[in-house]
């Protein structure tokens, strides 16, 4: 069997808490986890579920309290270039033109020499070949995230991790560029774990739904979606599956309403 | 953005209605030019105003300069001659070529001011002597004091402009080195910061009673002081920048495999560089003033040395000379200062205002 690409064992996190710095406060809990290789599975919740917090677990930029995060058959020791990770805001270095953005990778691990054509080839797979001399501040905003994406991707990561990465985008540019990002990882296959606020977006994209529990953050249900690519955001099943998630949600967060969004039956 | 500019531009070129010149030199214009050529909407008469007001000025020395001294005055008749002969030069030239013309636009009331000054500035010392003398000598008495000690002006421009760079060289230095690693560094940080706070804001000036004591050259003295009056802003300024560094750039480099050496000397210091710049500039006006001041207490040569040395004689007109080549040579200075920023902070350019 192969092993797992990622996978989490009862990993729990605290931090101090905002008003009293001696109390703990404990943001996930009991948390257990496996991707398969190839698999694109998101993470949706309440938010304070503690999402980006267990991203950044394994992204390596916090350490857990408890429990055990592998990477194959790795510990997660700290953040390395296998994980990439691209937040909401697309955190492009202003100062590096689009080009330079993309190179980071390669430059930082010294492999920047032997590796020069990829970036070509990478700027060609988000279509910025004719902006690679531009500076991130004249990109709009699905322009920057694709070179997020871009300069994540040419590390090969075994996995890319995604914080709402889409969230800032408008609906048009959004669906956009939920096909590229679908896209990319059919043509890469490489493992995604994708964060999200948007129940639609969870159900087009993912293989899996993990629904997660208000704080402290639990895995409340992990939802199969059976729909063949590419989805039809209108069909009876999507739409079925839609209001299923969206029931579940509302239990989760405690009768309060998700993001002030009132559920739809 | 760009696109944005392209059309505006195009607008005004092709709104430019059909007053414009339809002469073979229209064909030379870049685009620049004729946008601005479109904003021209001065009557040609405008371009009377530098010739007349340096004819004025002219005229009024030349009347005034009957009651002084030939060889006082005969430079400065040559040099408002000259100048009147140059502004009518640039009147037929501008009034040729309209692309000039715009270029120098913006400068005609700048120099029909600067003109007019100098008159009033006649007027009021040797014309009607209003002011006492020998502490306010006519603009002729200055430009013929800096022709006369001219060798000596040039050395002490020389001289502080060596000792200037030393010193500047040096605090830049330093206040970077100190900067990063205050800002870098914890530990650092804990033993740098207050040190920082109590020492740096004594004017650097204050030390020359203890800098005269130690040290064995004035000269070297001198520069340690530039170098203490720039270094702490620099500091200051350069340490603020890269502990302000956002995290999610820095989080962002570490998942892309970033190291140490990357995270500080490609991340923090470019992320901080546009807080840096700004102590760079305070630490070059900080710079002046020490200079100066240092030069007159203690060095031996300089302009700042000679501003006190001239004055220690009454001569009033080297001292006004001395000023004058400090502007020009302090102004050249701080300009490089900002054309160097503006090619590497050039990823700033339409992101903020200048």
Known sequence: ?265 | MLQGQEISRSEKVTGRGTDAPEDASVQILDAAASSAIAADRAPRHALLAVPLAAAVTLGVHLVVSKKEPLDESRSYTIFLTLFFAGAIAAALTQWRWPAVRARMRGLRPLFTASVLLLCGWELITSGLRLLPLPYFPSPGGVLQSMINDRALLFDSTWHSLVLLLGGYGLGVASGFITGVCIGWSKPVRYWGMPLLKVVGPIPATAWIPLAMVVSPSAVFSAAALIALAVWFPVTMLTASGISNTRTSYLDVARTLGAGPRYLIFRVAIPAALPSIFVGLFMGLGASFLTLVVAESVGVKSGLGWYVSWAQGWAEYGKVYASLVIMAAFFSTIMTLLFKLRDRVLVWQKGMIKW
């Open chain 1, 1 to 265: 069997m192969v092993a797992p690409a990622l996978r989490l064992r009862e990993v729990a996190k605290s931090f101090p808490a905002a008003d009293d710095r001696q109390r703990q406060c404990l943001v996930l809990d009991a948390i257990s986890i496996s991707l398969d290789v190839g698999e694109l599975v998101s993470l949706v919740g309440p938010s304070g579920c503690g999402k980006s917090t267990l991203l950044r677990l394994i992204a390596g930029l916090d350490v857990p309290d408890s429990g055990e995060l592998m990477i194959g058959a790795e510990p997660i020791t700290g953040p390395n270039a296998e994980r990439g990770l691209v937040f909401q805001d697309p955190n492009l270095f202003p100062w590096l033109s689009v080009r330079r953005n993309i190179e980071v990778g390669l430059l930082a691990r010294g492999q920047l020499r032997e590796k020069r054509g990829e970036v070509e080839e990478f700027m060609r797979l988000v279509g910025l070949e004719t902006f690679a001399d531009a500076y991130p501040h004249h990109l709009s905003g699905g322009m920057a995230q694709r070179v997020a994406l871009a300069r994540a991707l040419i590390n090969h990561p075994k996995i890319l991790l995604l914080d709402e990465p889409l969230g800032a985008l408008d609906a048009f540019t959004r669906m956009r560029m939920q096909d590229e990002v679908l896209r990319l990882w059919q043509s890469r296959r490489t493992t995604m774990l994708l964060v999200t606020h948007d129940i639609d977006e969870a159900i087009y994209m993912s293989d899996r739904i993990i629904i997660m529990t208000q704080r402290p953050g639990t895995i409340d249900q992990i939802i199969q979606v059976p729909l063949d690519r590419p989805r039809d955001r209108s069909s009876s099943d999507f739409l079925r599956l839609r209001g299923q998630i969206l029931e579940l949600l509302h239990f989760a967060g405690n009768e309060t309403s998700l993001e002030g969004r009132t559920p739809i039956r």
